[in-house]
């Protein structure tokens, strides 16, 4: 490692002064230094070499799909942090809690048109003479109109049944005031829905090129994961009629079978003529058997199980089956039969498909950092005139996977090729640009990010089912609170009562015999009853952790509260 170039304070001035000078755009930024030689190059998701250019194209690509939510006042956030200091959890757990109420339920006495408000935005009508500039402005101007159309139905939702802050004046202000504030309950945060266009280009992409569509839904409450807007969004899309849904039930190994099952048949009633199939995408690796390896912790691989593959393409080959059909209107039309073509593949061997796995299959062609070829706008829209008009058979079967953050989409897509194929996490979002991997020279499969659908869902239920991570919401405590009145949190974790850090004070008072109260033990101190509340889980977590704050040596509730969530 080279040495660093001595610097005088004159010269340390000079540089600071032309940085800021650069970052002003008054003097022109200097040529770039050497490159270091030693610095070994990194290879994108296709295997090509990525040189600095590349490098810095893919950050700027992932920076604009980061997802975007909306943000809570202050005011509401220092109301739920009082209220989660003071308001305690029931012990024990009331067993009506173990219901949740009806998460698609919309407005009680809404009109129909009201209920309909919350959609997903749909691109534009556009046309191939357009430019990319004019293409672009049509679309953000609909999506601030249809912003401004969801937060307003939004803000009904949440004066209706009284979710969110109600009242613009902070707990701090009402006690200075002498205001007697009574706390019955926490109030519910607004929903949380996706806010960047660049997120929601993504769908759009994914729903155009697509002829079968995979989506993903959690088996622990699927009616979460598929909301009224989502599904009306896919019945108006321009490719409608020549497009088909399955529905895939994920994560059943952690819901079980029969729940799995009774969800399925849910499906099958509210989704008539849908397919409902069930997966799983992980097993636990096989341990050595010695002491040493039973005692650490499990680890599992990506693996689909046979029975569930084969159901899976069962659909997947019934599906494709039907899309080969004339539709009804054209069967009973002579004329139209005899000139109809199926937009299709037509010849798909299932059998191939069925087998493919391993480290032949799952070639990635695309993504964020994948080379883009240096086409002009009129070959593009050759390009694009020839897909869109042509009436030859495409060469593969596209099949896209949509659904909602942590519903297990990349997972899904490693399983199917028994390796690591694509980036999965426990944390939602992890996926930021949608990715084209063949399973066969046939068959190629769309893995789109996981999107916040527009849903009438308070945001602490969004957190508890993983649709958003936590470390993105700053209402911790209200989000713990909701999770500790449905889980004895401090006994899972295995917490103390923060009261209990300290010995109590010792009562010096002397007692005539018979006189001493019942509520004092045999030394002397009080026998306190330990109440919980939720501020009380994150300060008994964080103390048990020796998580503080840098300034002032608090506990650090926040990051307590998103570890333990």
């Known amino acids: 490692m080279h040495r660093r170039k001595p610097f005088s304070a004159k010269q340390r001035k000079e540089q600071l002064q032309l940085k800021r000078a650069v970052k002003r755009g008054d003097v022109p930024a200097p040529p770039p230094s050497k490159p270091d030689k030693h610095r070994r190059a990194r290879r994108g998701p296709t295997g090509h070499l990525l040189d600095s250019a590349t490098r810095t194209a893919a950050a700027d690509s992932s920076r604009r799909l980061e997802s975007s939510f909306v943000k809570l006042p202050p005011a509401f956030l220092e109301k739920t942090r009082v209220i989660a200091s003071r308001l305690p959890l029931q012990r024990p757990i009331p067993s009506d809690l173990a219901i949740l109420p009806d998460v698609d339920k919309l407005l009680p006495d809404a009109d129909p048109a009201q209920s309909n408000q919350l959609t997903c935005p749909k691109r534009p009508k556009w046309r191939y003479d357009m430019s990319k500039k004019e293409l672009e402005a049509n679309e953000e101007g609909l999506f601030k109109k249809w912003l401004v159309q969801t937060d307003a139905a939004v803000t009904a939702w949440c004066t209706a049944d009284d979710v969110g802050p109600a009242s613009s004046t902070s707990p701090a202000a009402q006690q200075a005031s002498g205001e007697v504030q009574t706390i019955d309950s926490m109030p519910h945060a607004p929903t949380s829905f996706e806010r960047n266009l660049e997120v929601w280009r993504q769908i759009w992409r994914v729903t155009e090129i697509s002829q079968i569509l995979l989506i993903l839904l959690d088996s622990r409450c699927p009616i979460l994961h598929f909301p009224p807007a989502l599904s009306a969004y896919l019945a108006s899309v321009s490719n409608a009629s020549r497009l088909r849904i399955v529905l895939v039930l994920t994560k059943v190994d952690i819901s079980g079978p029969d729940r799995a099952a009774a969800w399925s048949k849910y499906l099958n009633a509210l989704y008539p003529g849908t397919r409902v199939v069930q997966v799983e995408s992980y097993t636990e690796k096989p341990s050595g058997g010695d002491a040493t390896s039973a005692s650490r912790k499990r680890m599992h691989e990506p693996h689909l199980p046979s029975a569930f593959r084969q159901t899976l393409v069962d659909a997947l080959r019934e599906t494709h089956a039907e899309l080969l059909e004339p539709p009804s209107a054209v069967k009973n039309n002579s004329d139209r039969l005899a000139s109809w073509k199926p937009r299709i593949k037509a010849e798909v061997d299932w059998e ?135 889980l004895p949190l401090e006994r899972i974790l295995g917490l103390t009562h923060p009261s209990l850090a300290s010995p109590p004070a010792e009562d010096k008072r002397t007692w005539r015999e018979g006189m001493r109260p019942h509520d004092h033990d045999a030394g002397g101190a009080p026998q306190r009853q330990l109440v919980w509340t939720a501020m009380d889980i994150l300060i008994a977590y964080a103390n048990k952790k020796g998580w503080v704050t840098a300034k002032a040596g608090r506990p650090d509730v926040n990051r307590a509260g998103n570890a333990s969530a």
């Not at 990010?449 to 969004?462: A, F």
Request: with cysteine; charged share 20%; proline share 7%.
């Open 352 to 486: 191939i498909v069925l087998k493919a796995h391993g480290g032949q299959v799952g070639t990635v062609v695309g993504g964020a950092a994948a080379p883009k070829p240096h086409n002009t706008a009129s070959e593009e829209n050759a390009a694009e005139d020839k897909t869109e008009d042509d009436d030859s058979e495409p060469e593969v079967l596209t099949i896209g996977l949509i659904g909602q953050p942590n519903v297990g989409k990349s997972s899904l897509l490693n399983a199917l090729f028994g390796t690591q194929k694509v980036r999965a996490s426990r944390t939602p979002g992890k996926t930021k640009h949608f990715q084209t991997l063949f399973w066969t020279s046939e068959v190629r499969l769309v893995d789109c990010p996981g999107l916040v659908i527009p849903n009438y869902v308070p945001m602490e239920t969004q957190v508890l089912s993983g649709i958003l991570p936590i470390s993105r919401v700053s209402a911790v405590p209200l989000c713990i609170y909701h999770a500790a009145r449905l």
